[in-house]
């Protein structure tokens, strides 16, 4: 016969052990990248809110984070993923892909043999003016959005330290 606490210590043990498996603690075994799109809520190209998403793991062991920048105008469109999802359906991406930003390549063959006169299907990719690529892969996390508010949330913190010491 059982002890009465087994269901209640199995039922603790299950709801401890399903947000430790979902919970990203920066010590996984790959990178950690944001991935959204411009258009989902809080992605924007500086206003980027990390509680809407908490990043996912990229599948390659040398993968990094890409910060896809592109403008028309003034309509801004950012995509955050890991390199290796964005290969497989983007041919405009630099060669140079170490840590920065550089503008998008050309392809010469991107469209060579298209006759269509559909101008929203856009097959020579020529919509946006400018398309920026921001490569990093030193730090989880690190295509996200402007990186100074968690310094200022470093000087509350320390400020509110020093007020407890005195």
Known sequence: MLPPTTPLIVATAILLAVPAISFKTGLEDGLICNVCVGTHPGCGETGFDYRWYWGKMCPRYNDKC?????????????????????????????????????????????????????????????????????????????NGGNHMMGTGWVVVGFAIFLAILH
Request: charged letters at 30%; glycine letters at 4%; a negative charge.
């Open 66 to 142: 890409v910060k896809l920048i592109e403008k028309k105008g003034a309509e801004v469109m950012v995509t955050r993923d890991c390199l290796s999802n964005l290969e497989a359906f983007r041919t405009d991406i630099p060669a140079d892909k170490y840590e920065g930003c550089r503008s998008a390549s050309k392809d010469v063959k991107l469209g060579q043999h298209v006759f269509n006169k559909i101008e929203e299907l856009d097959v020579y990719r020529n919509h946006y003016d400018n398309t920026t690529y921001c490569f990093c892969d030193f730090d989880h996390w690190c």
